[in-house]
């Protein structure tokens, strides 16, 4: 194991400029979320259920959106298939984060449409470079679509 030496130094993974929107009824993750992905160009949003999600949606334009899978009413694979049916948020990059690791959980979140899956408990230094890799891509796709 390596221990950390004088070199070593806290640098925020995330340090392109971006709007995070966090959906999970957990308090908890919602906290832990707003807390370990947070960077002075980093603006993150919570919202405890997938129906007060779809209501921030409008808001702003989103970088990325962070799911949970089992929340009461409806759940997040769900949100992921309505928001993958608007144009609007078609190419939104969307990533389950979940408690749930089978192969049916992930199937399911893959084929309504998300970008990306992870498991929880979460490791929060690996979702934010997951995030800025979802982001970057994003932007390079829409980036090429918008010059063809």
Same mark, same amino acid.
């Given at each position: 194991?390596?221990?950390?030496?004088?070199?070593?130094?806290?640098?925020?993974?995330?340090?392109?400029?971006?709007?995070?929107?966090?959906?999970?009824?957990?308090?908890?993750?919602?906290?832990?979320?707003?807390?370990?992905?947070?960077?002075?160009? +980093?603006?993150?949003?919570?919202? #405890?259920?997938? %129906?007060?999600?779809?209501? $921030?949606?409008?808001?702003?334009? =989103?970088?990325? @959106?962070?799911?949970? +899978?089992?929340?009461?009413?409806? #759940?997040?694979? %769900?949100?992921?298939?309505? $928001?993958?049916?608007?144009?609007? =948020?078609?190419? @939104?990059?969307?990533? +389950?984060?979940?408690?749930?690791? #089978?192969?049916?959980?992930?199937?399911?979140?893959?084929a309504a449409g998300a970008t990306a899956f992870m498991c929880k408990p979460v490791n929060w230094r690996l979702l934010a470079h997951q995030i800025k890799f979802m982001v970057r891509a994003h932007r390079a796709l829409t980036s090429k679509e918008a010059r063809s």
């Amino acid at each position: 194991m390596n221990e950390p030496t004088e070199k070593t130094r806290f640098e925020f993974v995330l340090t392109e400029d971006m709007d995070v929107l966090a959906v999970d009824d957990d308090p908890i993750q919602r906290e832990f979320c707003s807390v370990y992905l947070s960077a002075p160009n +980093v603006r993150v949003e919570t919202a #405890d259920c997938a %129906e007060a999600g779809l209501a $921030l949606l409008p808001e702003r334009e =989103w970088s990325a @959106l962070l799911v949970d +899978v089992d929340m009461p009413g409806m #759940d997040g694979i %769900e949100m992921v298939g309505v $928001l993958r049916a608007d144009p609007r =948020w078609d190419k @939104l990059p969307i990533m +389950v984060v979940t408690g749930r690791e #089978d192969m049916v959980s992930i199937d399911r979140a893959y084929a309504a449409g998300a970008t990306a899956f992870m498991c929880k408990p979460v490791n929060w230094r690996l979702l934010a470079h997951q995030i800025k890799f979802m982001v970057r891509a994003h932007r390079a796709l829409t980036s090429k679509e918008a010059r063809s």
